[in-house]
Protein backbone atom coordinates (compact mmCIF):
# COMPACT_ATOMS: atom_id res chain seq x y z
CA UNK A 1 0.00 0.00 0.00
CA UNK A 2 1.66 3.45 -1.32
CA UNK A 3 1.35 6.46 0.91
CA UNK A 4 0.68 8.29 -2.60
CA UNK A 5 -2.09 6.79 -4.39
CA UNK A 6 -1.97 6.52 -7.98
CA UNK A 7 -4.40 4.49 -10.60
CA UNK A 8 -2.50 1.16 -11.71
CA UNK A 9 -3.37 1.80 -15.17
CA UNK A 10 -3.91 4.56 -17.94
CA UNK A 11 -4.23 3.96 -22.04
CA UNK A 12 -5.45 6.45 -25.00
CA UNK A 13 -4.75 6.36 -28.82
CA UNK A 14 -1.66 8.19 -30.46
CA UNK A 15 -2.15 11.47 -30.55
CA UNK A 16 -4.18 12.03 -27.58
CA UNK A 17 -3.57 12.80 -24.03
CA UNK A 18 -3.70 10.96 -20.56
CA UNK A 19 -3.73 12.62 -17.33
CA UNK A 20 -2.24 10.25 -14.53
CA UNK A 21 -3.37 11.31 -10.71
CA UNK A 22 -0.74 11.37 -7.60
CA UNK A 23 -3.09 11.72 -4.04
CA UNK A 24 -1.39 12.27 -0.93
CA UNK A 25 -1.61 14.24 2.82
CA UNK A 26 -0.84 17.60 4.16
CA UNK A 27 2.28 15.71 5.46
CA UNK A 28 3.58 15.02 2.03
CA UNK A 29 2.09 16.32 -1.44
CA UNK A 30 0.82 19.16 0.73
CA UNK A 31 3.79 20.51 2.16
CA UNK A 32 6.64 19.78 -0.62
CA UNK A 33 7.46 20.17 -3.88
CA UNK A 34 6.31 16.61 -6.28
CA UNK A 35 8.48 14.93 -8.80
CA UNK A 36 7.19 12.66 -11.82
CA UNK A 37 9.32 9.87 -12.59
CA UNK A 38 9.33 7.62 -16.32
CA UNK A 39 10.52 4.10 -16.21
CA UNK A 40 10.62 2.31 -19.78
CA UNK A 41 10.70 -1.62 -19.75
CA UNK A 42 14.24 -2.63 -18.76
CA UNK A 43 15.76 0.98 -18.33
CA UNK A 44 16.08 3.25 -15.00
CA UNK A 45 14.19 5.51 -13.88
CA UNK A 46 14.16 8.87 -15.38
CA UNK A 47 13.25 12.63 -14.03
CA UNK A 48 9.95 14.36 -15.90
CA UNK A 49 8.96 16.55 -13.42
CA UNK A 50 10.40 18.49 -10.59
CA UNK A 51 9.28 20.95 -8.04
CA UNK A 52 5.79 20.63 -9.25
CA UNK A 53 5.77 21.62 -12.72
CA UNK A 54 9.30 22.21 -14.28
CA UNK A 55 10.55 19.90 -16.92
CA UNK A 56 14.66 19.06 -16.90
CA UNK A 57 16.18 20.39 -20.26
CA UNK A 58 15.50 17.52 -22.85
CA UNK A 59 11.86 16.43 -21.49
CA UNK A 60 9.77 18.00 -24.53
CA UNK A 61 6.77 20.12 -23.60
CA UNK A 62 3.95 17.61 -24.38
CA UNK A 63 4.73 16.48 -20.40
CA UNK A 64 3.31 18.63 -18.04
CA UNK A 65 2.26 18.14 -14.41
CA UNK A 66 0.44 20.62 -11.71
CA UNK A 67 -0.52 20.53 -8.33
CA UNK A 68 -3.40 21.36 -6.02
CA UNK A 69 -3.62 20.80 -2.60
CA UNK A 70 -2.92 17.32 -1.43
CA UNK A 71 -3.12 15.77 -5.25
CA UNK A 72 -0.70 16.30 -8.17
CA UNK A 73 -1.41 15.41 -11.53
CA UNK A 74 0.73 14.26 -14.50
CA UNK A 75 -0.22 15.31 -18.53
CA UNK A 76 0.82 13.41 -21.60
CA UNK A 77 -0.05 15.35 -24.82
CA UNK A 78 0.47 13.91 -28.11
CA UNK A 79 0.72 10.66 -26.97
CA UNK A 80 3.26 8.68 -28.47
CA UNK A 81 4.27 4.63 -28.87
CA UNK A 82 7.51 5.58 -27.07
CA UNK A 83 5.19 6.88 -24.26
CA UNK A 84 4.63 3.34 -23.00
CA UNK A 85 6.13 3.08 -19.00
CA UNK A 86 5.50 3.31 -15.64
CA UNK A 87 5.09 7.06 -14.37
CA UNK A 88 5.44 7.30 -10.54
CA UNK A 89 4.97 10.54 -8.93
CA UNK A 90 7.49 11.18 -5.58
CA UNK A 91 7.77 13.37 -3.09
CA UNK A 92 9.33 13.77 0.65
CA UNK A 93 6.96 12.91 3.86
CA UNK A 94 7.53 15.24 7.05
CA UNK A 95 5.62 12.68 9.33
CA UNK A 96 7.33 10.00 7.76
CA UNK A 97 10.55 11.76 7.31
CA UNK A 98 10.89 9.81 4.12
CA UNK A 99 10.52 9.98 0.77
CA UNK A 100 7.30 8.58 -0.16
CA UNK A 101 6.47 7.08 -4.26
CA UNK A 102 3.08 6.96 -5.72
CA UNK A 103 1.96 2.80 -6.45
CA UNK A 104 3.18 3.82 -10.58
CA UNK A 105 0.96 4.03 -13.25
CA UNK A 106 1.16 1.92 -16.56
CA UNK A 107 0.52 4.07 -19.49
CA UNK A 108 -0.32 1.74 -23.02
CA UNK A 109 -0.98 3.37 -26.05
CA UNK A 110 -3.22 1.74 -28.06
CA UNK B 1 28.28 13.85 -18.56
CA UNK B 2 26.65 12.16 -14.91
CA UNK B 3 27.04 8.34 -14.66
CA UNK B 4 26.28 6.43 -11.70
CA UNK B 5 27.61 2.78 -11.79
CA UNK B 6 26.42 0.43 -8.79
CA UNK B 7 28.15 -3.08 -8.08
CA UNK B 8 28.08 -5.50 -5.69
CA UNK B 9 24.74 -7.47 -6.22
CA UNK B 10 24.06 -10.99 -6.66
CA UNK B 11 22.36 -14.13 -4.79
CA UNK B 12 22.57 -14.33 -0.85
CA UNK B 13 21.03 -16.29 1.47
CA UNK B 14 18.31 -15.06 3.99
CA UNK B 15 19.97 -13.78 7.17
CA UNK B 16 22.79 -12.83 5.06
CA UNK B 17 24.84 -9.67 4.03
CA UNK B 18 25.90 -7.73 0.71
CA UNK B 19 27.36 -4.83 0.40
CA UNK B 20 26.09 -2.20 -2.68
CA UNK B 21 28.52 0.44 -4.35
CA UNK B 22 27.68 3.29 -6.79
CA UNK B 23 30.63 5.31 -8.52
CA UNK B 24 29.79 8.54 -9.28
CA UNK B 25 31.54 10.46 -12.25
CA UNK B 26 30.85 13.62 -14.36
CA UNK B 27 29.72 15.89 -11.31
CA UNK B 28 30.83 17.14 -8.26
CA UNK B 29 30.13 13.99 -6.02
CA UNK B 30 30.76 16.09 -2.75
CA UNK B 31 28.32 18.39 -3.01
CA UNK B 32 25.78 15.84 -3.66
CA UNK B 33 22.90 14.37 -1.85
CA UNK B 34 22.22 10.60 -2.52
CA UNK B 35 20.17 7.90 -2.12
CA UNK B 36 19.15 4.21 -2.49
CA UNK B 37 15.91 3.42 -4.41
CA UNK B 38 15.16 -0.11 -4.61
CA UNK B 39 12.37 -2.03 -6.95
CA UNK B 40 11.32 -5.47 -6.19
CA UNK B 41 9.75 -7.30 -8.59
CA UNK B 42 6.47 -6.83 -9.68
CA UNK B 43 6.31 -3.81 -7.14
CA UNK B 44 6.79 -0.02 -7.39
CA UNK B 45 9.40 2.32 -6.54
CA UNK B 46 10.89 2.49 -2.89
CA UNK B 47 13.18 4.86 -1.27
CA UNK B 48 15.21 3.31 0.76
CA UNK B 49 17.97 5.27 2.39
CA UNK B 50 19.62 8.84 1.59
CA UNK B 51 22.96 10.71 2.94
CA UNK B 52 23.82 14.19 2.58
CA UNK B 53 26.88 16.06 1.01
CA UNK B 54 29.01 15.56 3.90
CA UNK B 55 27.56 11.80 5.49
CA UNK B 56 26.15 13.58 8.53
CA UNK B 57 22.75 13.70 7.74
CA UNK B 58 21.23 10.05 6.78
CA UNK B 59 17.71 8.79 6.86
CA UNK B 60 15.89 5.54 6.58
CA UNK B 61 12.64 3.64 5.61
CA UNK B 62 11.31 1.54 8.27
CA UNK B 63 11.65 -1.29 6.06
CA UNK B 64 15.12 -1.43 6.52
CA UNK B 65 16.06 0.47 9.64
CA UNK B 66 18.47 -1.04 11.98
CA UNK B 67 19.47 -3.55 8.88
CA UNK B 68 20.93 -1.44 5.92
CA UNK B 69 23.59 1.63 6.33
CA UNK B 70 24.18 4.30 3.73
CA UNK B 71 27.79 5.76 3.79
CA UNK B 72 29.79 7.98 1.08
CA UNK B 73 33.37 8.35 0.51
CA UNK B 74 33.89 11.44 -1.08
CA UNK B 75 37.58 11.15 -1.71
CA UNK B 76 36.72 8.19 -3.36
CA UNK B 77 32.78 9.73 -5.19
CA UNK B 78 31.47 6.53 -4.59
CA UNK B 79 28.46 5.53 -2.63
CA UNK B 80 27.81 2.48 -0.30
CA UNK B 81 24.84 0.61 0.79
CA UNK B 82 25.69 -2.02 3.21
CA UNK B 83 23.03 -4.68 3.49
CA UNK B 84 23.00 -7.00 6.56
CA UNK B 85 20.15 -9.42 7.99
CA UNK B 86 18.47 -9.96 4.68
CA UNK B 87 15.29 -11.16 3.95
CA UNK B 88 13.29 -12.25 1.12
CA UNK B 89 11.64 -9.25 0.35
CA UNK B 90 15.17 -7.17 0.13
CA UNK B 91 14.81 -9.12 -3.51
CA UNK B 92 15.19 -6.36 -5.85
CA UNK B 93 17.12 -4.16 -8.57
CA UNK B 94 19.02 -1.75 -5.95
CA UNK B 95 19.30 2.28 -7.91
CA UNK B 96 21.43 5.07 -6.62
CA UNK B 97 20.60 8.40 -7.35
CA UNK B 98 21.86 11.62 -6.95
CA UNK B 99 19.65 14.16 -5.23
CA UNK B 100 19.11 17.33 -7.52
CA UNK B 101 20.62 20.61 -5.19
CA UNK B 102 22.66 23.10 -5.03
CA UNK B 103 25.31 24.48 -3.19
CA UNK B 104 25.39 27.94 -1.12
CA UNK B 105 26.94 29.78 1.54
CA UNK B 106 29.50 26.78 1.66
CA UNK B 107 26.24 24.42 2.80
CA UNK B 108 24.79 21.87 0.53
CA UNK B 109 21.14 21.47 0.10
CA UNK B 110 18.54 18.73 -1.75
CA UNK B 111 15.82 20.05 -3.30
CA UNK B 112 13.96 16.62 -3.00
CA UNK B 113 14.27 15.22 -6.53
CA UNK B 114 16.23 12.42 -7.90
CA UNK B 115 17.92 13.79 -11.51
CA UNK B 116 20.19 10.87 -12.68
CA UNK B 117 19.83 7.23 -11.36
CA UNK B 118 22.26 4.42 -12.14
CA UNK B 119 21.20 1.74 -14.38
CA UNK B 120 20.64 -0.42 -11.28
CA UNK B 121 21.92 -4.40 -9.41
CA UNK B 122 20.25 -7.37 -8.66
CA UNK B 123 19.97 -8.34 -5.38
CA UNK B 124 17.99 -11.47 -4.92
CA UNK B 125 17.42 -13.12 -1.60
CA UNK B 126 17.04 -16.84 -1.71
CA UNK B 127 17.83 -19.76 0.29
Known amino acids: QSVLTQPPSVSAAPGQTVTISCSGSSSNIGDSFVSWYQRLPGTAPKLLIY???KRPSGIPDRFSASKSGTSATLGITGLQTGDEADYYC???????????FGGGTKVTVL | QVQLVESGGGLVKPGGSLRLSCAASGFTFSDYYMSWIRQAPGKGLEWISY????????YNADSVKGRFTISRDNAKNSLYLQMDSLRDEDTAVYYC????????????????????WGQGILVTVSS
Open chain 2, 51 to 58: IDSSGTKI
Open chain 1, 90 to 100: GTWDNILTAYV
Open chain 1, 51 to 53: DNN
Open chain 2, 97 to 116: AREGGYCSGGRCYSEGYFDY
